[in-house]
C-alpha cells in the first residue's frame, strides 16, 4: 500500500499552510511528522483524511486519488485528530459503540472491537464509567481507542500524547510500535520522545514545507561535529546566546553548563558532545524542544 502527496498545497486567503509538498507513505512503519505549532502538519493531515481538499496537488492510494475514492478510502481509514469531542454522559463503552455505527460495522463486529480496543488502551476497567468522570489522559487514549475501532490500513495521530503520563506515553509508543508493523501510521507531535523509538522515519516540517525525511538515527547523525557543551558564567551565557543556538542549560553551583550547536569551537572551554533529538529540533527550528 502507497499513499502519496503529490505537489500538494493547501492556501488560506493570502496565506499557504502547505507548499508543494511531495511525500510517499507505505505499509510497515510508523513515520513521525515533527515540527513547532504552526508548521502546517494539522493542514496536511486533514488533506490526508479528506476532510480539507488541497488547493492544488493530489493525495493518491496505490495511484487512485483518496477523493474519487470516498467511503471506500474513509473505509479503511483511522483519524484521531488534535481536538476531539466526546459525549460526557457516555460511558466509554457506550460511546465506542456509538462511534463503531459510524464507521459502519455490525453490532457483533462493534461489540468485539470495542472491547479490544479498549484493553488495548488500558481502559477496559472504566468501560462503564461515564466520560465525564475521566482525565485528560484518559480521554486522550479514549480518542485513541476509536481511531482503531475500524481496524484501519492507514492509521493517522494528530498530537495524541497531549495530556498523557510517562507510563501512559509508553504504553501509547508500544501500541503504536505494534500497529505500524503492517500499516501506514503517521504520528504527528512536537514532542520528540514520542518518535525517537518508535519511528522508521521523521519527516520534519515547518512553513509548510518538508524540510528533511530520514531515520532519526540518520537526521541525528548529520549533526555530529556540530554540538559542544561548555562551563560558563552568566556574563558569558549572555554572549554566547547573541551568537550561537543554544539547545539546553543546566545551572549548577559553580556555573552554568550550555549545549551549543556550532560547526566551529565557539567558545575555548567548549568540548565536542554526541548530538541528540533535541538538538536536531533547535537547529531546524530555532527553538527549544519538548521531551
Known sequence: MILTMDNVSKKYRKKWAVQSLS?????GGVYGLLGPNGAGKTTLLRMLVDISKPTSGQILLDGQSI????DRYRS???YMPQR????NRFTAYKFLMYMSSLKGLNVKQASVRVEETLRMVGLEKQAEHKIRTFSGGMKQRLGIAQALLNDPHILILDEPTTGLDPKERIRFRNIIGELGRNRIVLLSTHIIS???FSCKEMILMNEGQVLVR???TEIIKSLEGNVWKAKL??????ELTSHFKVSGLSYQYDGIVARVLSKEQPVPQAVPEPP??????MHYFDEEATV
Open 214 to 216: 530520514n531515520t532519526p
Open 194 to 196: 514520542d518518535l525517537e
Open 276 to 281: 541528540r533529538l533535541e538538538d536536531v529540533y
Open 67 to 70: 477523493e474519487q475514492m470516498g
Open 233 to 238: 558564567t552568566e556574563p558569558q551565557l549572555a
Open 84 to 87: 476531539f469531542g466526546f459525549y
Open 76 to 78: 479503511i481509514l483511522g
Open 23 to 27: 511525500l510517499e507513505l507505505t505499509s
